[in-house]
């Protein structure tokens, strides 16, 4: 744990809790893409599996189970609670263009062939295009809400920060591991031109 790690995590918790804030106290799902969420909720769900098998510590465990709930409960209030303003024309994101190739990648590249790890791995590179469909949904209409950009701004930080926390543990404790670093990178990337944007606007 580093400075850098906990300030990631707590970007990433307030991204999706501004999320959530945004939907509940609007009653609405306007602008909000129901394909990334699914894409999140994949993401954690694959990569957390390790709950029932790998104790690490108790704020590991705390944030793994909120933000599986979080992402879940999320997926529950589009597609259920306030699917009447739900805009599915305009989130019109093939999914099938992000998963095919990332489950190809991750039984090709991955740390050790088993199943929890591939899973992790799947994980990981599916984080890094997630965002894709919120991006396009937002290019298509031209226009996002002042606190649909707020949690993508959050988002962004939360991975700028753990490249940070990837450089630090690197000149630290001499950990790198590549997977997570690349993925990383290229999903931060696509964020850059998202926070020009936020940042002149």
């Avoid at 106290?25 to 394909?35: D, L, N, T, V, W």
């Avoid at 739900?86 to 991750?106: K, Q, W």
């Avoid at 991975?159 to 950990?175: M, Q």
Wanted: hydrophobic share 50%; with cysteine; proline share 1%.
């Amino acid at each position: 744990m580093n400075i850098f790690r906990i300030l990631g995590d707590v970007s990433h918790l307030l991204a999706i809790i501004i999320l959530l804030l945004k939907i509940l106290k609007s009653k609405s799902c306007a602008g909000i893409s129901g394909k990334s969420q699914i894409l999140f909720a994949l993401v954690f769900t694959t990569r957390y599996l390790d709950l029932f098998t790998n104790f690490i510590s108790v704020y590991n465990t705390v944030m793994k189970v909120i933000f599986l709930i979080c992402a879940y409960v999320t997926v529950y209030m589009i597609y259920v609670k306030f699917r009447k303003t739900f805009d599915s024309e305009n989130d019109s994101f093939r999914l099938e263009f992000l998963l095919v190739p990332v489950t190809g990648l991750s039984f090709l590249e991955n740390n050790s062939f088993t199943p929890l790890e591939i899973l992790w791995t799947f994980s990981i590179y599916l984080e890094s295009v997630a965002i894709l469909p919120q991006l396009f949904m937002i290019s298509k209409t031209g226009e996002a809400e002042t606190i649909t950009t707020h949690y993508l701004f959050f988002l962004g930080l939360y991975r700028a920060l753990y490249i940070a926390n990837w450089v630090w543990r690197y000149h630290t404790e001499n950990f790198y591991d590549q997977i997570a670093v690349v993925s990383g990178v290229v999903q931060t990337i696509f964020y850059c031109d998202f926070f020009y944007l936020y940042v002149t606007k």
